[in-house]
């Protein structure tokens, strides 16, 4: 099993900047991928960002292109999610998910944070 924690949501005004965390622990070794998704209300859930344990590559949606990076703290098991230059339309709820294989789409993966609330005024 392995559990996720999100942390580092919060209330910032457009065009500001926050740093989400991810802390991972438990059976992480046939977990390679780490993504980053988020949900507003009334729309599905869908794919921000992930990373490759493997290779360290990384993926972007192409509305954060450019905005946020993701990166990865190997000592302390932990991925953040730095988000810049933040609109109001990147309000949702923050989730951070591990799986074997690294897609873009939320089902294929196992394993999910209980998510942190992000909301950008205008």
């Known amino acids: 099993q392995v559990t996720l924690v999100e942390s580092g949501g919060g209330l910032v005004q457009a065009g500001g900047s926050l740093r989400l965390s991810c802390a991972v622990s438990?059976?992480?070794?046939?977990?390679?991928?780490i993504a980053w998704f988020r949900q507003a209300p009334g729309k599905e859930r869908e794919f921000v960002t992930a990373?490759?344990?493997?290779?360290?590559?990384?993926y972007y949606a192409d509305s954060v292109k450019g905005r946020f990076t993701i990166s990865r703290d190997s000592a302390k098991n932990t991925v953040y999610l730095q988000m810049n230059s933040l609109k109001p339309e990147d309000t949702a709820v923050y989730y951070c998910?591990?799986?074997?294989?690294?897609?873009?789409?939320?089902?294929?993966?196992?394993?999910w944070g209980q998510g942190t609330q992000v909301t950008v005024s205008s």
């Open positions: 990373t490759s344990w493997r290779t360290e590559a990384t």
């Open positions: 438990g059976r992480t070794f046939n977990n390679h991928a």
């Open positions: 998910a591990a799986g074997s294989v690294l897609v873009t789409t939320a089902g294929p993966y196992p394993y």
